[in-house]
C-alpha cells in the first residue's frame, strides 16, 4: 500500500542554520502531499502542500517541491529560528480519503 | 470560529471501562478522521466518514466505534479500554477531498491502567 518515509531525527540545528528534513514516498496513483508541523503540547498544523509533480509549497520560509521522478518531498528552510523547534510530518493523500503520515521528525533548534 | 474541538483533553480509564471522544467541528466539513499517536509511529488512521451516516475503517479500527450521525460530529467510542490503547488521539476534518488538507483538534492524551 501507499506509505510516506522520513529521516529520522532528532535534528539539532543552530540558529540560522540551513533545514533539510527528508521525506520520501510509494504510491500507486498521483497523490497530493504534504508537510504538517506539531508545536509541544498541541495538535498538528498545515504548513504547505503540493497538489502535483514539480508544483512547490511554501509558507513561512519552508519550502518544498513535488518531485515525481525521484518521489520526494523533501523540506527546506534557509535559516531556521528557535521557534521552528516542533515536530515535522510528511504526509500523502492516497487514492481514497486517507491522509498516510510518516513517522515524523523532531527538530530542535539551538540558540 | 472554532475550528475543531475534541473534548477531553485528558482521561485516564481502567482496564474494561468504556469511554467516548467526543469531537465537533463547526466549519461543515464533510471529511472527519480520527488518528491515534504513539511515539515513533507517526499517526495512524483508525475510523473516517466522508459524510454524515457514512464511516469506513482505517488501519487501525479493532477496539473502536464510531458514527456520524451530523456533520459536525464525530465521537469515537472505545468499547473496553485496554493499556494498548494509552495513545494521544487526534480528530482533524477537511472540506472537499482533503486537497486541502486536514484541521486537527488540540487531542486526547489518554491513559489505560
Known amino acids: 500500500g501507499d506509505s510516506v518515509t522520513q529521516m529520522e531525527g532528532p535534528v539539532t540545528l543552530s540558529e540560522e542554520a540551513f533545514l533539510t528534513i527528508n521525506c520520501t514516498y510509494t504510491?500507486?496513483?498521483?497523490?497530493?502531499l504534504f508537510w504538517y508541523v506539531q508545536y509541544p503540547g498541541e495538535g498538528l498544523q498545515l504548513l504547505l502542500k503540493a497538489t502535483k509533480a514539480d508544483d512547490k509549497g511554501s509558507n513561512k520560509g519552508f519550502e518544498a517541491t513535488y518531485r515525481k521522478e525521484t518521489t520526494s518531498f523533501h523540506l527546506e528552510k534557509g535559516s531556521v529560528q528557535v521557534s521552528d523547534s516542533a515536530v515535522y510530518f510528511c504526509?500523502?493523500?492516497?487514492?481514497?480519503?486517507?491522509?498516510?503520515f510518516g513517522s515524523g521528525t523532531r527538530l530542535l533548534v539551538r540558540p | 470560529n472554532a475550528g475543531v474541538t475534541q473534548t477531553p483533553k485528558f482521561q485516564v480509564l481502567k482496564t474494561g471501562q468504556s469511554m467516548t471522544l467526543q469531537c465537533a467541528q463547526d466549519?461543515?466539513?464533510?471529511?472527519m478522521s480520527w488518528y491515534r499517536q504513539d511515539p515513533g509511529m507517526g499517526l495512524r488512521l483508525i475510523h473516517y466518514s466522508v459524510g454524515a451516516g457514512i464511516t469506513d475503517q482505517g488501519e487501525v479500527p479493532n477496539g473502536y466505534n464510531v458514527s456520524r450521525s451530523t456533520t459536525e460530529d464525530f465521537p469515537l467510542r472505545l468499547l473496553s479500554a485496554a493499556p494498548s490503547q494509552t495513545s494521544v488521539y487526534f480528530c482533524a476534518s477537511s472540506y472537499g477531498d482533503l486537497g486541502y488538507g486536514y484541521t486537527f483538534g488540540s487531542g486526547t492524551r489518554l491513559t489505560v491502567v
Open positions: 466549519m461543515n466539513h464533510e471529511y
Open positions: 504526509a500523502l493523500k492516497d487514492s481514497s480519503y486517507k491522509l498516510i
Open positions: 504510491a500507486t496513483g498521483y497523490p497530493s
